[in-house]
């Protein structure tokens, strides 16, 4: 399939304008992959027909869909979680963080809710906390970091 007709048969099915994130994860796809996924849901070709145009059997033909649409999702997802990554405020609780059921309860109880006040604490701060050890504070460094925060380290061993 050439890149053209590539594009003509996403442009069927998103009337034109193409989110890039679907244009990158039709791109993972096989040429084979793309023939078939036109050919069954823009043609509509049955199973047994597509299989017959592919020399193959209506199984081996549902397999191949069956995998671009496991590609497709797994694109997908991947764009969903970074979107969301993306979206992230300071202000926002610290559940979007996704901590370990532990470190999260240590922190609210310890009057940390939002992600603005994890952030201005100091390491010391940070340790007085009850039940937060070197475990918990490695975990919270490790989403800060994550999402794009500055992680919280020990001046005193810097």
Request: charged share 35%; net charge neutral; hydrophobic share 35%.
């Amino acid at each position: 399939m050439d890149y053209e007709l590539e594009w003509n048969v996403m442009r069927d099915i998103y009337d034109d304008e193409i989110p890039e994130f679907i244009k990158k994860a039709f791109s993972t796809l096989s040429p084979r992959e793309k023939e078939v996924l036109k050919w069954r849901h823009v043609d509509h070709l049955t199973l047994d027909k597509t299989a017959k145009i592919y020399g193959v059997t209506r199984g081996r033909i549902s397999q191949i869909e069956k995998n671009a649409f496991r590609k497709i999702r797994h694109s997908i997802t991947i764009y969903d979680k970074n979107a969301r990554i993306s979206e992230l405020d300071a202000d926002d609780d610290i559940d979007f963080l996704r901590f370990s059921v532990r470190t999260r309860n240590c922190l609210k109880r310890g009057g940390i809710h939002s992600i603005t006040k994890l952030v201005s604490l100091s390491y010391e701060q940070l340790t007085e906390i009850n039940n937060i050890g070197p475990k918990a504070i490695d975990e919270i460094n490790e989403k800060l970091v994550k999402f794009g925060f500055k992680p919280i380290v020990n001046e005193e061993e810097n």
